[in-house]
Antibody, heavy 123, light 110 residues
Framework: EVQLVESGGGLVRPGGSLTLSCSTSGFFSSIYAMSWLRQAPGRGLEWVASIRPGGRFIFYTDSVKGRFTISRDSGKTSLSLQMNSLRAEDTAIYYC????????????????WGRGTLVTVSS | QSVLTQPPSASGTPGQRVSMSCSGS????????VAWYQQFPGTAPKLVIY???KRPSGVPDRLSGSKSGTSASLAVSGLQSEDEAIYYC???????????FGAGTKLTVL
């Protein structure tokens, strides 16, 4: 069974840093494109970043470029999101997601999602 | 303001067919496949349509998708109370170089 479990969320002050982790099981995560998406309280979905299997191709939404870094561990079983210079508008539930199939790099097609972890940026 | 435009709400009675739209442009829907997600309160989104009209395993064929030009639609036939949720459309935008979502349509079963 495919499972994605996020961790690392919490309360952080504006300007602070936080690292989210996504632990995967039930599939070989090294061969799938992986992504982070978020949802602010009471708002819609927003794509944050994606990384291809080899880790060479990485994409970010404009609002997090230069502040967030997506990466995969060397064993390729987990995904991370390093978040720096956090702002109030980064407050959201952050979801880890996996591409539907291993042969596609269509980052709009997320076949599996974790339950999410809440990040709150507030003083 | 979302790049993809969705009506905020849609509704129908049990058994009816309801459709909802997603309007974009040539840099997104016009040249890319569209995905649809279903989300219930307090839960993660679930992929229900991809590549405009394909259903992942386990999604009932009462849900169907289509695309024409720069617009896409999701239809739910034989409406059931369990279909009450928010539906988001999504695609890649070549101008923004990223994934974009519509603001979502809340489907209410009357």
């Amino acid at each position: 069974e495919v499972q994605l479990v996020e961790s690392g969320g919490g309360l952080v002050r504006p300007g602070g840093s936080l690292t989210l982790s996504c632990s995967t099981s039930g599939f070989f995560s090294s061969i799938y494109a992986m992504s982070w998406l978020r949802q602010a309280p009471g708002r819609g979905l927003e794509w944050v970043a994606s990384i291809r299997p080899g880790g060479r191709f990485i994409f970010y939404t404009d609002s997090v470029k230069g502040r967030f870094t997506i990466s995969r561990d060397s064993g390729k079983t987990s995904l991370s999101l390093q978040m720096n210079s956090l702002r109030a508008e980064d407050t959201a539930i952050y979801y880890c997601a996996r591409a539907l199939t291993s042969d596609r790099a269509d980052y709009a097609v997320q076949g599996y999602w974790g339950r999410g972890t809440l990040v709150t940026v507030s003083s | 303001q979302s790049v993809l435009t969705q009506p905020p709400s849609a509704s129908g009675t049990p058994g009816q067919r309801v459709s909802m739209s997603c309007s974009g442009s040539t840099s997104n829907i016009g040249t890319r496949g569209v995905a649809w997600y279903q989300q219930f309160p307090g839960t993660a989104p679930k992929l229900v349509i991809y590549d405009n009209d394909k259903r992942p395993s386990g999604v009932p064929d009462r849900l169907s998708g289509s695309k024409s030009g720069t617009s896409a639609s999701l239809a739910v036939s034989g409406l059931q109370s369990e279909d009450e949720a928010i539906y988001y459309c999504a695609t890649w935008d070549d101008s923004l170089d990223g994934v974009i979502f519509g603001a979502g349509t809340k489907l209410t079963v009357l």
